[in-house]
């Protein structure tokens, strides 16, 4: 599904990821944990396609196309999802209306024909109850106001929406109360598919409690310095990450 | 100068204002309010002269007062309000030499629905009066047609409580030179809501003469100058003369290819207008580097205890915002209408009156599918 080689991103001329190496298999789930400023969220935008994030070397396969080529709205339209860390305030566009334009600009560049806004409405409605996001939400600016967990369940509800291929989530657990950590877990565990991908950046062992991971990923200094199943992350939380980081410096 | 005025407008008056005219010429842009609005440049000593520039009333609601002020022995409603003293040369201008104009009056205690719609057409001057007298209530939609030279001289005046909702609404005239007039005299406890929204001309400049002269009195001002090239400038003088006056201001200016937007806004708290509450926002957007905005809010405040807030930002399309949208699969395009649509419409949604919002959203519509 995703297959990263030697991945080199440098921001603002700065090198940020250092050669990073990764795969993803379909109907997987991976987690990237590591300390703050280690570069998760340069992959995550670098996956995604943000401006500015420019790759000096290696690769980036996602179903066996070059997504680098591709601007960010393909990427979304072929099924590449991002949560961000820090969702966008976006004043003077209401949820619904974004929601409703971005599930048709999806659907039209696959050559679907466009659902009318009674058929948006529906297919939200139905998400957002089981992720706890009002009506009242849905009809104000976008993120506008919003609380950090508010937030992330709108990122979350939107995932549930599109239905990608392939979702990055990035903190998405972060700022979330007991409650919503376990709806936002809930609707990734419900994308759970043979034919998708998941991963998912954490700083916590909690949320991996519940979205099991097949692996995870230790982040550091712009690459991956350790690997392994979910105990890796029992043993992070037990030791922190200097141990890890220092064995592999 | 030719005088050959048609309107009926005492010798001695008429004689003052084209001595100020005279005196001044043409205004250019070594004079600081015309910085940014070079009209000599642009029209040489020819707009001066004398040609016919006309009214045209495409809906005059029942029980408003009509008078043409070619017609002499005018009556009290209109000389009591017409061509009171003015120290703005294209205002005096107009007076000097315009040989057509037109007085309105909504009569006191009068509420209409049915909008005003006044259009200005012809190349020249012209001149217009509208009275909304105490408690009376009015919607007028002002029309412009494109025309070479155009100089609108327009005076208004609220009575005591009364309220007058302004919208003009002026489409893309690339080789047309406008200017115009608004000198709106507010009485207390009375309402004036002006919004301007423009796409630009060769020179456009919209001037609002703004005084609050009663206790109560409130002006809200609004517009949107979207261009792609061209030029717009809205230039305002909100005059708190007295305390307990509000005024604000919200304009918003896109603009791209070569455009040019202008907005000058000063408020002025004069002595003694203590409690004057006001608040003036200018925003504009550039898209590309050939585009310019120049905005320049200004106080002048002699009272105490006033409340006074005023900003202005020149930016760019937020990246950040932009990539979110586009991260969402919708088209690079269309989520920069989006971005431009979202960035407008608070200053769009000023505008009370449903008909003129609606068709200044489908216009900015149409406009942005262009320069997005
Ligand atoms: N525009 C930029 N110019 C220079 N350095 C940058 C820029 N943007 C990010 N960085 C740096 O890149 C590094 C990685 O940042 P990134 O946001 O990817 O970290 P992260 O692993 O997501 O951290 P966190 O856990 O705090 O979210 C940081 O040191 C950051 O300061
Ligand atoms: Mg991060």
Redesign the pocket.
């Known amino acids: 599904m995703l297959e990263i080689k030697n991945l080199h991103v440098a921001?603002?001329g700065?090198e940020?990821l250092k050669g990073l190496t990764l795969s993803i298999g379909a109907g997987e789930v991976h987690a990237i944990m590591?300390?703050?400023?280690?570069?998760?969220?340069?992959?995550s935008y670098t996956l995604a396609g943000r401006a500015?994030y420019d790759i000096t070397d290696g690769s980036i396969l996602y179903k066996g196309e070059d997504l680098a080529a591709m601007p960010p709205e393909e990427r979304a339209a072929k099924g590449v999802f991002l949560a961000m860390?820090y969702p966008v305030e976006i004043p003077g566009v209401t949820t619904m209306t974004f929601l409703k334009t971005a599930l048709n600009s999806q659907r039209r560049a696959r050559g679907q024909s466009d659902l009318d806004a009674v058929g948006v409405l529906k297919l939200v409605r139905a998400k957002a109850k089981a992720l706890n996001v009002s009506e009242e939400m849905l009809k104000r600016a976008l993120n506008v106001g919003f609380s950090g967990g508010e937030k992330k369940r709108l990122e979350t509800l939107q995932m549930a929406l599109f239905e990608p291929s392939l979702a990055i989530l990035d903190?998405t657990d972060s700022g979330l109360d007991i409650d919503a950590l376990r709806l936002v877990a809930e609707g990734v565990n419900a994308l759970r598919d043979p034919a998708r991908a998941m991963l998912v950046i954490t700083?916590y062992q909690r949320l991996l409690d519940y979205i099991v991971p097949d692996r995870i990923h230790v982040?550091a200094k712009g690459r991956i310095v350790a690997e392994g199943g979910k105990e890796l992350a029992l043993e992070l939380e037990a030791k922190g990450y200097e141990h890890i980081v220092g064995q592999a410096a | 100068m030719t005088a050959l005025s048609a309107i009926a407008l005492s010798e001695d008056r008429r004689a003052r204002a084209a001595a100020l005219v005279q005196d001044r010429g043409l205004p250019h842009r070594r004079i600081e309010e015309w910085k940014y609005s070079d009209l000599r440049a642009v029209l040489g000593e020819a707009g001066l002269s004398a040609v016919v520039a006309q009214y045209l009333i495409r809906n005059l609601p029942h029980g408003m007062d009509v008078w043409d002020l070619s017609r002499p022995d005018a009556p009290a409603w209109v000389t009591d309000n017409f061509a009171r003293e003015t120290g703005n040369t294209m205002n005096a201008a107009s007076l000097a030499v315009a040989d057509a104009g037109i007085a309105l009056r909504v009569p006191a205690g009068m509420a209409i629905d049915d909008p005003l719609k006044l259009d200005f057409t012809g190349a020249g001057h012209v001149r217009a009066l509208l009275v909304v007298e105490a408690g009376a209530s009015l919607n007028l939609v002002e029309g412009v047609v494109a025309a070479d030279f155009r100089n609108v001289g327009f005076e208004i005046a609220l009575g005591e409580g009364a309220r007058l909702e302004h919208v003009r609404i002026c489409p893309a005239l690339d080789g047309a030179v406008l200017v115009e007039e608004a000198a709106v005299r507010i009485a207390a406890g009375a309402t004036y809501r002006g919004h301007f929204t423009g796409f630009g001309a060769r020179l456009s400049r919209m001037e609002l003469e703004i005084a609050l002269e009663g206790t109560g009195a409130q002006a809200h001002l609004s517009g949107v100058a979207l261009l792609d090239g061209r030029h717009s400038d809205i230039t305002t003088h909100v005059s708190h003369l007295v305390g307990d006056t509000h005024s604000s201001q919200l304009f918003k200016h896109v603009a791209a290819g070569k455009g040019r937007a202008v907005y000058q806004g000063k408020v002025t708290v004069a002595k003694g207008a203590n409690g004057a509450d006001s608040s003036q926002t200018a925003k504009a957007l550039l898209l590309g580097d050939a585009a310019e905005a120049d905005l320049k809010p200004e106080l002048e405040i002699f009272a105490d205890d006033v409340k006074c807030a005023h900003g202005a930002a020149v930016g760019d399309l937020d990246a950040e915002s932009l990539f979110y949208l586009r991260a969402r699969g919708i088209p690079e395009a269309q989520a920069r209408r989006m971005l431009l649509q979202a960035f407008l419409e608070d200053a769009v949604a000023e505008v009370g009156h449903a008909e003129s919002r609606e068709m200044a959203r489908t216009e900015l519509l149409a406009a942005l599918e262009k320069v997005a």
Do not use: R
């Open positions: 921001v603002d700065k940020i590591g300390p703050n400023g280690s570069g998760k969220s340069t992959l500015g860390q903190e700083h982040l």
